[in-house]
Structures are given as C-alpha cells and as structure tokens.
C-alpha cells in the first residue's frame, strides 16, 4: 500500500483555522485520500475523502494538491472537541482496507 | 441510529485463558474488519468479512487468533491461550459496501494480566 506522511503533532487556537498536511508522493491513480480522526478513548471517526478534486463536508474541507502528491485537511474553526489524532490514509482496492499510520495529534488551545 | 456496537469494553484475562469479543454491526452493513490497536500506535488490521465470508485474514498475528461472522451479522474475535503481548484495545469497524466509509465501534481494551 503506498504510504503517507504526516507531522507528530500540531497545536492551534480554539476558533482560528487549521491546516493539517499530509505527505503522500507514490499515489497511484486510483488511490482515494481518506482522512479519519480518532477522539481518546474512541475508535476511528471518518472525516473526509476525495480523489482528486477538493472536497467539503460539515465537518472538514479537502485539498488536494494538482499532482495529488500532499493533500491539506482543513477544519475551518477549531474546537476544543477536535482535539484528537488525525490519519491521513490512502485507499485502494475493493474492501475499504485501510492501512493506518500515527496520525497527527492535534492539540487545541482555548 | 445505532452505531457500531462491542462487548465488553473492558477485558481482564490471565495468562492462557481464551476471550471472545463481540462485535455488533450496523444493521444492513455487508463488510465487517478487526483492527488491534496498540498503546500510542495506530490501528493495525487483523481480518474482513464480506457478510459471512472470511476474505482477509492476513493480519492475524497468530493461530490463536480466530474471527467468524456466521451469520452475516454479529462477528467474534478469539483469542485463544492469551499472551501479554495480546494486550491492546480491539476494534471493529463496519461499512455498507466496499465504497463507503468505515464506522467505528469504541472498542475492546484487553489486559493480559
């Protein structure tokens, strides 16, 4: 599975955006970019996933770089309740099987 | 709705003793996967289902490790003769097809005592 990499941890302020990058340069074509975050004591949470082109959900935005080599996870206001580990996650295939890395860990200041 | 379901959420065992672990699903979801995770570590796979066939098994760590999913619904983790090593929280994760995301149980944290 191709891999990703992300930095060991971010801090931000409560309500100011935040930008988390994601480092993913031997992407094949058909690899979707999902991204998860994980809450403590919680499984995994599915955030966002895309392709190519950006993406927007309630929770999050997507950006994805023209050569789909690093992608951005956007949360537009901080919250103290988006403090958690985010995976950056490639996926490929029939089953959905995601291959999880150590994720970020954000930390959100109030 | 319901989300993914597991029980117990907590799991003492000794040393050689079996455990199961259940894992309820969302109703309708046709794909089901077991994840270990361990302490400060990223969830790692362990098996998936495809309704009641067994499609992947490669990353069971050992033969003590066994899954089964005989109705196409509620799946089981054992472990059989547990190790320390066994020690980790236990996740299972179910999808409505191999297009959709996954979603999450709040796992099974498992002492080997």
């Known amino acids: 599975d191709a891999k990703t990499t992300q930095p060991n941890s971010m801090e931000s302020n409560e309500e100011e955006p935040v930008h988390l990058p994601c480092n993913h340069s031997?992407?094949?074509?058909?690899?979707?970019i999902h991204w998860y975050r994980q809450l403590p004591s919680q499984g995994p949470e599915y955030v966002i996933h895309?392709?190519?082109s950006n993406v927007n959900n309630r929770m999050a935005s997507l950006a994805i770089a023209e050569d789909r080599k690093s992608s951005t996870l956007i949360l537009h206001r901080a919250t103290l309740r988006d403090a958690a580990v985010y995976y950056c996650?490639?996926?490929?295939?029939?089953?959905?099987?995601?291959?999880f890395g150590k994720g970020i860990t954000l930390s959100v200041r109030p | 709705g319901a989300g993914v379901s597991q029980s117990p959420r907590y799991k003492v065992a000794k040393r050689g003793q079996d455990v199961a672990l259940r894992c309820d699903p969302i109703?309708?979801?046709?794909?089901l996967f077991w994840y270990q995770q361990a302490l400060g570590q990223g969830p790692e796979f362990l098996t998936y289902?495809?309704?009641?066939?067994?499609?992947?098994k490669s990353g069971l760590p050992s033969d003590r490790f066994f899954a089964e999913r005989p109705e196409g619904s509620v799946s089981t983790l054992k472990i059989q003769r547990t190790q320390q090593e066994d020690s980790a929280v236990y996740l299972c994760?179910?999808?409505?097809?191999?297009?959709?995301?996954?979603?999450f149980g709040n796992g099974t944290r498992l002492t080997v005592t």
């Open positions: 994760a179910s999808s409505l097809d191999w297009q959709s995301p996954l979603h």
């Open positions: 031997t992407i094949s074509g058909t690899d979707y």
């Open positions: 895309g392709l190519t």
């Open positions: 996650i490639l996926v490929t295939g029939a089953n959905s099987k995601l291959t």
């Open positions: 109703s309708g979801h046709v794909s």
């Open positions: 289902f495809q309704n009641e066939a067994q499609l992947d």
